[in-house]
């Protein structure tokens, strides 16, 4: 059996032009990216509903709103990659996946964040504190949602970014966290919980906290890899294959320690690398030798 070419399959081979069916491939994706950050935003009001009615414990709105999230960042990544491969890249393709992400990674998880964690607080005892807490939750939610459009904004406008702290030359870097791996990180943290809204006004305040901490680093230069560098149609090693076949496994039988250890490392590592290059710069201020006029003499 021959070798099959997706590119080559995907061209008119008079015109040697993409045919017109391969610009529909990444289109699909990026459909389907905005099907399901609508899906997670009707079933984050169902759930609301639900809970209202009585519902206990997990909630299995939440739940499809925090799976639907998960998927449209799979699907993120692929619709970028698919266009590549086929040479089908265009503005229209651009900002179409630029709207979709500000629905899927920017109003969806906002949305779900407010009612998982912010509106079902019990206050019984003290009305006063609830309302600030609602207030709060209100505000840092939307300010996530607007941070990820400034996010999206500046990734449209900006031509080979540079973040604050450059890294190798040879790996391509996010200037501040993508905004999939924001509204990736909420889902994750809703679905280890097992969907259940949270009632203790603590948690929620720790909960505001992070929506909080992710709205900063979506708009911040700090960087993040990227990993768009990476060859997926190259050969991989053995040991590749095996560890890729490993984190399906744990993905499929622990999906929920998994996931949620897969976001917070992703996000935590633009903080740990930032905070290590803080610290390797004070170190060697701190021995670097001194310059000739400051020496005893």
């Known amino acids: ?150 996010r999206l904004a500046r990734f449209n406008i900006q031509t080979n970014p540079v973040p604050k702290n450059p890294g190798r030359p040879g790996r391509k870097y996010f200037v501040g966290l993508p905004t999939p791996a924001s509204a990736g990180m909420v889902a994750a943290v809703i679905y280890a919980a097992d969907c259940a809204p949270i009632r203790g006004w603590p948690v929620a305040a720790l909960w505001l906290a992070l929506m909080g901490l992710l709205s900063f680093l979506m708009v911040c230069t700090w960087r993040y890899r990227s990993f768009k560098d990476l060859n997926l149609a190259r050969p991989r090693s053995t040991l590749t294959v095996v560890l890729l076949g490993s984190l399906i496994f744990l993905v499929w039988n622990y999906s929920q320690p998994v996931l949620l250890a897969m976001a917070t490392t992703y996000v935590g590592s633009g903080i740990a690398v930032r905070i290590g290059g803080i610290i390797r710069r004070l170190l060697r201020k701190h021995h670097a030798p001194p310059r000739p006029h400051e020496l005893p003499g």
């Open 1 to 150: 059996m021959g070798k099959i070419n997706l590119p080559e399959q995907l061209i008119d081979q008079q015109s040697r032009r993409p045919r017109r069916a391969a610009y529909a491939l990444p289109t699909l994706f990026t459909a389907g990216n905005l099907y399901l950050g609508f899906l997670a935003i009707l079933k984050s009001f169902e759930g609301t509903l639900a809970v209202q009615g009585g519902l206990a414990g997990s909630v299995p709105q939440f739940e499809v709103a925090a799976k639907a999230i998960g998927i449209a960042v799979l699907l993120d990544g692929l619709d970028g990659r698919i266009a590549r491969l086929t040479g089908t890249e265009s503005e229209f393709g651009r900002e179409m996946d630029s709207l979709a992400d500000v629905i899927s990674f920017g109003l969806a998880p906002a949305v779900l964040a407010y009612a998982f964690g912010v509106q079902f607080v019990d206050f019984t005892s003290d009305p006063t504190i609830r309302d600030m807490l609602v207030r709060a939750g209100v505000f840092l939610c939307f300010l996530f949602l607007l941070c990820s459009a400034s």
